[in-house]
């Protein structure tokens, strides 16, 4: 297994406290990423990473910001929690980026509940 | 992007080849289909990818037709291990995952 931890793997919150995941590899691949999954949508890309600090605008990336200041952790960030953002929420990794080198390797998950 | 469409569950026997469809009608010349599975309360895992050629890896073969409308994951020997929902997925060019709804595999004694 591809060397990925997330971090807390559960987490309840009250709304509009702020809340910060982790993901943290070991493999040194240039490309992170962060993604929630709800039922009935499926898995949705959040925001990603291409390099340190460098990072880019997924498909539902409102109400959430990330960081990564080192090849190994990629930060998600919900400003001001909303019970909308109750999710769970997969990083992934991959070395390339290209449409036919493109394998992710996802971590555990994070569980979170905004009360 | 590409769109795919799966059938919503099957069941397998265990030790039987599973065989999951996937139609990809309006592919395009130069995208790859991949697959990946989700087990429950897991992160989704890679199975296998192609372009146009058949692919085989230890896990899974990769069956794509000639016109790549369509495609087949075959699992050779099922096991209880394998239930899980299996997606397939056109990469599209700007590569940002998506998954739909996929196909629950129930693989049985």
């Known amino acids: 297994d591809a060397g990925i931890t997330q971090s807390p793997r559960h987490k309840v919150t009250e709304t509009g406290t702020p809340v910060t995941l982790r993901c943290h590899q070991t493999e040194n691949h240039r490309y992170m990423y962060w993604y929630r999954q709800d039922p009935g949508h499926g898995l949705r890309l959040i925001h990603y990473?291409?390099?340190?600090?460098?990072?880019d605008k997924g498909e539902v990336s409102d109400g959430y910001s990330v960081s990564r200041s080192k090849t190994e952790d990629f930060l998600l960030t919900l400003e001001s929690a909303t019970s909308s953002q109750t999710s769970v929420y997969f990083c992934a990794i991959s070395q390339n980026r290209d449409s036919g080198d493109n394998e992710q390797f996802f971590g555990p998950g994070t569980r979170l509940t905004v009360l | 992007d590409a769109k795919t469409t799966q059938p919503t569950s099957m069941d397998c026997a265990e030790g039987r080849a599973a065989n999951l469809p996937c139609n990809h009608s309006t592919i395009s010349g130069n995208e790859y289909v991949y697959w990946y599975r989700q087990i429950h309360s897991q992160g989704p895992q890679y199975i296998i990818h192609g372009l146009k050629n058949n692919e085989t890896n230890e896990m899974a073969s990769l069956i794509i037709t000639e016109d790549r409308k369509s495609s087949t994951l075959i699992l050779p020997h099922a096991t209880l291990r394998d239930t899980a929902v299996y997606y397939c997925?056109?990469?599209?060019?700007?590569?940002?995952?998506?998954f739909g709804a996929g196909t629950t595999v129930t693989v049985r004694a």
């Open positions: 997925i056109v990469m599209p060019n700007d590569y940002k995952l998506s």
């Open positions: 990473s291409y390099g340190v600090k460098d990072t």
